[in-house]
């Protein structure tokens, strides 16, 4: 079965040509980055904007490099929710155009179950049970999966999200939006014990909380100024090393607790460097497999909304004209 995915939820306008929801034919993305680092955050209504302006090019040229037409595609898969809603009102009603267009069924795919089953596109895919971790802009989740379309949600963040906490510690420490990658960078030539910043582990369960790090950081840098320089790089590593520890301990404790041998690392804080190692690492020392995707596949892309559609569209869910975007759909 060939499924084009369609992903407009947040500031990147992507499509990918999937097939029978593993093999990758074609992933572009058209990222809008430069447009919202102006405003040190992603802008609504630019966003929606420039998906209007990209949507259609990104899918010619995913459909050209698959060498396929949309005669060839089977199902449509678009991002329903969660995201900004004018931003994945675009992709939902260019779905629903080419679908009533060419006759091809559409499917409402859930981001963060994209995200999750982005580790579909492993050759070595885990089936379920796993335990997966979505870290990204927008969420921070744990979800004990026994089968596709069966999530728990077993933890979450209290307060900011994961990529949330880089991209205001970067904003802090002047660094461009998104910070992930800029403090990922700086992390490597710094220091992770430089600076002893929290850890916060509330209570005997699996949520996590990062406004008490951001704080921190922001205490550190009124105290002695924006550091510049080895200083800089040893802040990021020691900011990175806390946000790292947190996540990889909770994940294992979760496993431990309940009885998972494989775990899923994604979304796109999964691409951070410091954070694949120590969750490696730590379930190697615990005698656990750690599923993770390739950075490509982290960030948001169509190919996972592709897999999540697709998934789906095998447990029966159907796109009707009536399907509308859900800005704040839980998995
Ligand atoms: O999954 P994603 O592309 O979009 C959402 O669904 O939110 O995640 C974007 C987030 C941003 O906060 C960005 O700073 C973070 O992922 N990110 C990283 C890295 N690359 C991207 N965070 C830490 N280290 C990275 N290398
Ligand atoms: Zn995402």
């Known amino acids: 079965m060939l499924v084009l995915g369609l992903e407009t939820s947040c500031d990147e306008t992507a499509a990918a ?12 993305v058209s990222t809008q980055v430069d447009i919202h680092r102006r405003w040190g ?31 060839d595609v089977d199902l449509i898969a678009v991002t329903s929710g969660p995201g900004l809603i004018g931003a994945l009102l675009v992709g939902l009603q260019v779905a629903k155009g080419l679908s009533l267009a060419t006759g091809k069924p559409f499917v409402g795919a859930n981001h963060l179950e ?17 335990l997966g ?23 979450s963040t209290r307060d900011d999200a994961a990529g949330e906490a880089y991209d205001k510690t970067a904003r802090i420490l002047g ?12 992390a490597k030539k710094g220091d992770p014990a430089a600076i002893r910043f ?30 510049q320089g080895q200083a ?3 802040l990021c590593a020691s900011f990175q090393e806390a946000v790292a520890d947190v996540l990889s301990k909770k994940l294992v404790a979760a496993a431990r607790r309940l009885g998972h041998k494989n775990l899923v690392l994604c979304g796109g804080v999964a691409a951070n460097s410091r954070l694949r190692a120590l969750c490696q690492q730590r379930a190697e020392e615990r005698g656990l497999r750690m599923f993770l ?39």
């Open 17 to 28: 040509v999937v097939e029978d929801g593993r093999r990758v034919l074609s992933d572009v």
């Open 41 to 71: 955050g992603v802008v609504p209504e630019l966003a929606s904007r420039n998906h209007i302006v990209q949507v259609m090019p990104v899918i010619h040229e995913a459909l050209t490099r698959a060498q396929k037409t949309l005669d």
């Open 175 to 186: 660094l461009p939006y998104p910070g992930g990658q800029p403090i990922d960078e700086l």
């Open 133 to 155: 971790l979505v870290v990204s802009g927008g969420h921070t989740s744990l979800y004990d999966v026994q089968a596709f379309g069966h999530y728990k949600l077993v933890g």
């Open 293 to 331: 995707p390739p950075v490509r596949l982290c960030t948001d892309n169509g190919a996972m909304i592709a897999v999540a559609g697709y998934e789906a569209w095998r447990r029966g869910l159907r796109g009707d004209f009536r399907l509308a975007a859900d800005p704040a759909w839980r998995m």
């Open 232 to 234: 800089l790089n040893d």
């Open 114 to 130: 994209g995200h999750l089953l982005a580790i579909r596109l492993l050759e070595d895919a885990p089936e379920p049970p796993f």
């Open 198 to 227: 929290p850890r916060a582990l509330p209570g005997d369960n699996f949520d996590v909380s990062f406004s008490g790090l951001k704080t921190a950081v922001l205490h550190h840098v009124q105290k002695h100024g924006v550091p």
